[in-house]
């Protein structure tokens, strides 16, 4: 059994240290400043008062599952509305010493997630990692990591789930041909000594951006 938890516990560290690339990109909110209580996901808008929002509950974290390059575990989430009203759910995830995870879905398929974006299932395997680089977290998750170890013997297994459903890579909108509109610089042939621009109206400016994909947690 020491052998087994001695691997785990190694296991634990390179986990939790092993994809950090989210933390330098975002402000962590905690509830009440409790770190126990990490924000994933902000619901209050932009005036937000810090009192709602999706939050983490690290002290229900646990190991679901073992792999030979990874772990499983789940954690509850609170959906605060308000100072007396929320709501609890728990989310499932998986995640692999490549940096590869996968979040389980309502209608109970796995996704991949996106690294290094603040989407909430994103956030939950980063917060989750960090978690486990606390030694009172990390000694608790070792012993239930080695008794599934034990379990499974040396049928561990790939994390990564048989018929999770991939990434999609989202495309950018396609330009507009270049033709001749109200608004267009109009230009006379190269031969011609002289350039006529001719505006009608005051030209149109549209900005769109592709938001990186999201997993539905809830």
Do not use: C
Not at 18 to 26: E, H, L, N, P
Not at 124 to 152: C, N
Request: proline fraction near 6%; charge should be negative; aromatic fraction near 8%.
């Amino acid at each position: 059994m020491k052998r087994f938890q001695k691997w785990a516990l190694v296991l634990g560290v390179s986990l939790a240290f092993s994809w950090g690339g989210t933390a330098g990109a975002f402000e962590p909110y905690y509830l009440n400043g409790d770190k126990t209580y990490p924000m994933i996901q902000n619901t209050g808008g932009i005036y937000n008062d810090g009192a709602t929002g999706l939050f983490l509950d690290l002290s229900t974290l646990t190991v679901e599952d073992v792999f030979e390059d990874g772990l499983q575990a789940k954690v509850k989430t609170m959906d605060v509305k308000s100072a007396k009203a929320f709501t609890e759910n728990w989310i499932h995830v998986r995640y692999s010493v490549d940096g590869k995870a996968w979040a389980l879905g309502q209608d109970g398929r796995w996704r991949e997630i996106p690294s290094n974006t603040e989407d909430p299932a994103s956030l939950t395997v980063y917060f989750i990692r960090q978690a486990m680089a606390e030694d009172a977290v990390r000694d608790r998750l070792s012993g239930e990591i080695g008794q599934i170890m034990e379990t499974k013997k040396d049928n561990l297994g790939k994390t990564a789930p048989s018929d999770a459903i991939p990434l999609m890579d989202v495309e950018a909108p396609p330009q507009a041909p270049a033709v001749k509109e109200k608004g267009s610089v109009q230009k006379q042939s190269a031969d011609s000594d002289t350039v006529t621009v001719t505006i009608t109206e005051a030209p149109k400016v549209e900005i769109t951006t592709t938001p990186p994909p999201q997993v539905d947690i809830t």
